[in-house]
């Protein structure tokens, strides 16, 4: 009787637990967002090579004031010098780059455009020559960006830049120590 009683509560658990469990994995199957591969979109690509056109001509032109509106308001830049908040603040450290290291040339490769919801990321290399003290600097990196809609146009939300890292010169060869003559 124990056992036929054991048996009937443990099926009739299981069978209220079973339509918790579906509402859980559906709940979570609709949580799931979808992200969708842009690039061979022809509108997307559209849209984004225009505002990448808008930023490395920005760029080229060491023009911060240009550069600016291409973020939202409460957009980031992370930078090896810093974290910049606000648009203003990115607009003053990129006037402020432009003034010290004026870029001479400026270019990018992006990998990958993809979109989730109403947002999208990419990732990518750039490369420029900035113009030092001394003369010509080749500098390089790598990128990511998260872009948002405002409006009829796509603003960066949030940009990672990092730098690659200068290799320096193998350390020159030093000489072998000669053999002493041997005390004979």
């Not at 930023?55 to 980031?76: G, H, I, Q, R, S």
């Not at 290291?101 to 490369?127: C, K, M, Q």
Request: proline share 7%; net charge negative; no cysteine.
């Amino acid at each position: 009787m124990k056992k036929r009683l054991l048996g009937a509560l443990a099926g009739l658990a299981i069978s209220f637990a079973l339509p918790s469990f579906a509402q859980q994995k559906d709940r979570a199957d609709r949580g799931i967002v979808q992200q969708r591969d842009l690039i061979g979109v022809p509108e997307a690509l559209g849209e984004f090579g225009e505002l990448w056109r808008k930023e490395d001509e920005a760029y080229n032109n060491n023009n911060a004031a240009a550069l600016a509106p291409l973020f939202t308001e409460d957009a980031v830049l992370l930078a090896p010098d810093g974290m910049f908040f606000g648009r203003q603040a990115i607009e003053q450290r990129y006037a402020d780059v432009f003034r010290q290291w004026p870029i001479t040339t400026f270019s990018r490769d992006r990998y990958g455009l993809n979109a989730i919801d109403n947002a999208a990321w990419s990732v990518g290399e750039w490369f420029g020559t900035l113009q030092g003290e001394t003369g010509p600097v080749l500098v390089g990196g790598y990128e990511s960006a998260i872009y948002v809609r405002e409006g009829d146009a796509w603003k960066i939300r949030m940009l990672t830049v990092s730098e690659k890292p200068q290799l320096a010169p193998p350390p020159a060869a030093t000489p072998s120590p000669t053999a002493s003559p041997s005390n004979q």
